[in-house]
């Protein structure tokens, strides 16, 4: 398969884009990793008039000490995040996740932005976005603006950002010392797009759960936090009672997708399944 024709750009700075992106609006896509652009321009999924490159914008590849976060490039590649020494310290729920991330190669080329702006609904990096609650800066013509996750994803591939506007930084808060975590995920072979996937972030103070924070994958169109399942298990003794009653709350919170991978219904018993165990492995 072959693409359709397209022009090609390949600014080196964000300026540049952001004036590229201001002339030719809704007809350009950004070109990161190319992990999901290429192939959906190679099925004639995706048709754009023009490509702008961004891989020879060398200040968007960065991973910086923020004070109470981390600052990452959207450019940085996965692989680069995988073996950052800041990020295994500072934030070991999205170390673990990434890895789930595709194979070697696709970590290798992929970056971190790519996979937040594309905003699939099986990907494991949006949903570590969630469960951290971090942000994103953003250019445009407008200037530059921060975005919270919860307003990001709005919904299956589509974001809060503008036709004229390119995401720049991420910025995940440092997980608290003694933090707990576990990521679960279910797909048909390793590598493969998750079918479901959580992940927990939890604190627990005298055998209490004093925090607790849920997101998914794979399940609904697109990456959310499960507060109904947080609070089904907040300032409750954190035992196998209290665990599959948030378990419980965190099936019935979801919006399953139903499709050619799973039903809506094993959708639903995978999230039950799944966030059961990440409780109880981040408790353990």
Same mark, same amino acid.
């Given at each position: 398969?072959?693409?359709?024709?397209?022009?090609?750009?390949?600014?080196?700075?964000?300026?540049?884009?952001?004036?590229?992106?201001?002339?030719?609006?809704? =007809?350009?896509?950004?070109?990161?990793?190319?992990?999901?652009?290429?192939?959906?321009?190679?099925?004639?999924?995706?048709?754009?008039?023009?490509?702008?490159?961004?891989?020879?914008?060398? =200040?968007?590849?960065?991973?910086?000490?923020?004070?109470?976060?981390?600052?990452?490039?959207?450019?940085?590649?996965?692989?680069?995040? =995988?073996?950052?020494?800041?990020?295994?310290?500072?934030?070991?729920?999205?170390?673990?996740?990434?890895?789930?991330?595709?194979?070697?190669?696709?970590?290798?080329?992929?970056?971190?932005?790519?996979?937040?702006?594309?905003?699939?609904?099986?990907?494991?990096?949006p949903m570590v976005l969630q469960a951290l609650?971090?942000?994103?800066?953003?250019?445009?013509?407008?200037?530059?603006?921060?975005?919270?996750?919860?307003?990001?994803?709005?919904?299956?591939?589509?974001?809060?950002?503008?036709?004229?506007?390119?995401?720049?930084?991420?910025?995940?808060?440092?997980?608290?010392?003694?933090?707990?975590?576990?990521?679960?995920?279910?797909?048909?072979?390793?590598?493969?797009?998750?079918?479901?996937?959580?992940?927990?972030?939890?604190?627990?103070?005298?055998?209490?759960?004093?925090?607790?924070?849920?997101?998914?994958?794979?399940?609904?169109?697109?990456?959310?936090?499960?507060?109904?399942?947080?609070?089904?298990?907040?300032?409750?003794?954190?035992?196998?009672?209290?665990?599959?009653?948030?378990?419980?709350?965190?099936?019935?919170?979801? =919006?399953?997708?139903?499709?050619?991978?799973?039903?809506?219904?094993?959708?639903?018993?995978?999230?039950?399944?799944l966030t059961r165990r990440a409780l109880q492995?981040?408790?353990?």
């Amino acid at each position: 398969m072959k693409p359709a024709a397209f022009d090609y750009r390949a600014p080196t700075t964000v300026d540049e884009v952001v004036a590229l992106l201001g002339r030719h609006g809704g =007809e350009a896509r950004l070109l990161a990793g190319g992990q999901t652009l290429v192939p959906m321009m190679n099925f004639r999924l995706a048709a754009p008039a023009i490509v702008i490159d961004l891989n020879r914008v060398p =200040e968007l590849a960065y991973i910086e000490d923020g004070g109470d976060v981390v600052r990452i490039g959207a450019m940085t590649r996965q692989r680069a995040v =995988e073996f950052s020494p800041m990020v295994a310290r500072d934030l070991p729920v999205l170390r673990a996740a990434i890895r789930m991330v595709g194979h070697l190669p696709t970590r290798s080329r992929g970056t971190i932005g790519g996979s937040i702006a594309n905003a699939d609904a099986a990907a494991e990096i949006p949903m570590v976005l969630q469960a951290l609650g971090g942000e994103v800066s953003a250019r445009g013509s407008h200037g530059e603006r921060r975005i919270a996750a919860a307003d990001l994803i709005e919904d299956a591939m589509t974001t809060s950002l503008a036709e004229d506007e390119v995401l720049t930084e991420i910025r995940f808060p440092k997980m608290a010392k003694g933090a707990r975590f576990a990521v679960e995920e279910f797909s048909r072979r390793h590598g493969d797009f998750a079918i479901a996937a959580v992940t927990v972030i939890l604190e627990i103070s005298d055998g209490v759960c004093a925090s607790v924070r849920i997101a998914t994958a794979g399940v609904s169109a697109c990456s959310r936090r499960l507060v109904s399942a947080e609070e089904a298990l907040h300032g409750r003794a954190v035992d196998a009672a209290s665990i599959a009653v948030a378990a419980d709350a965190a099936a019935a919170a979801i =919006e399953p997708l139903d499709d050619r991978n799973a039903s809506a219904d094993y959708r639903r018993h995978l999230t039950r399944v799944l966030t059961r165990r990440a409780l109880q492995r981040a408790a353990a």
